[in-house]
């Protein structure tokens, strides 16, 4: 009678196991898909535009303009989705996927006033974004991901955080 405890134990311990190495295997393969979680801004409401244009197979231009009355910083680093039925789906990056350097980028106001030494900050601005670190991008609909965060009016702290997207297709 004990054996057959110990044998029933045994058994569901193995499949056990195997349901877990199994489950790991197809998150390691990137099998699962990871629904984008991103709570986007209306562009209108915050005046601040963002547009994507390709330039080559793993290249896009990013575009902003800030139509607002405030300073907006943004940086780097970014989220690349895809559009599958509809829903949208995080893009996950290799294991050593792409590092990104921490600047931050200041767009002026639309109605920008010359500072003491007579610049104007712009108020566009583009940059060429690298899409690697992914390790294959196959046709379809993508948009990527970024956050803006309008300055006080003093240059200090951030006000507020936005989070805009561009669509496109590869």
Same mark, same amino acid.
């Given at each position: 009678?004990?054996?057959?405890?110990?044998l029933?134990?045994?058994?569901?311990?193995?499949?056990l196991?195997?349901?877990?190495?199994?489950?790991?295997?197809?998150?390691?393969?990137?099998?699962?898909?990871?629904?984008?979680?991103?709570?986007?801004?209306?562009?209108?409401?915050?005046?601040?535009?963002?547009t994507?244009?390709?330039?080559?197979? +793993?290249?896009?231009? #990013?575009? =902003? $303009?800030?139509?607002?009355?405030?300073?907006? &910083?943004? *940086?780097?680093?970014?989220?690349?989705?895809?559009?599958?039925?509809? +829903?949208?789906?995080? #893009?996950? =990056? $290799?294991?050593?996927?792409?590092?990104?350097? &921490?600047? *931050?980028?200041?767009?002026?106001?639309?109605?920008?006033?010359?500072?003491?030494?007579?610049?104007?900050?712009?108020n566009?601005?583009?940059?060429d974004?690298?899409?690697? *670190?992914?390790?294959?991008?196959?046709?379809?609909?993508?948009?990527?991901?970024?956050?803006v965060?309008?300055?006080?009016d003093?240059?200090?702290?951030?006000?507020?955080?936005?989070?805009?997207?561009?669509?496109?297709?590869?």
């Amino acid at each position: 009678m004990e054996n057959k405890s110990s044998l029933r134990c045994f058994a569901i311990i193995f499949v056990l196991t195997a349901a877990l190495v199994l489950s790991a295997s197809c998150q390691a393969n990137g099998n699962k898909q990871i629904k984008s979680t991103a709570n986007l801004t209306d562009p209108d409401d915050i005046k601040v535009f963002m547009t994507v244009e390709v330039i080559a197979e +793993k290249t896009i231009r #990013v575009s =902003f $303009e800030n139509k607002s009355e405030h300073t907006i &910083m943004y *940086g780097n680093p970014y989220t690349l989705e895809y559009c599958s039925d509809g +829903k949208w789906y995080q #893009v996950p =990056f $290799e294991k050593d996927g792409p590092m990104f350097t &921490m600047e *931050g980028i200041i767009l002026g106001p639309a109605d920008a006033v010359p500072n003491e030494e007579g610049l104007t900050l712009s108020n566009t601005r583009y940059d060429d974004v690298r899409l690697e *670190g992914f390790s294959k991008l196959s046709k379809g609909h993508y948009r990527i991901v970024k956050d803006v965060s309008f300055m006080s009016d003093d240059g200090g702290p951030l006000k507020s955080t936005y989070y805009l997207a561009a669509e496109f297709d590869l």
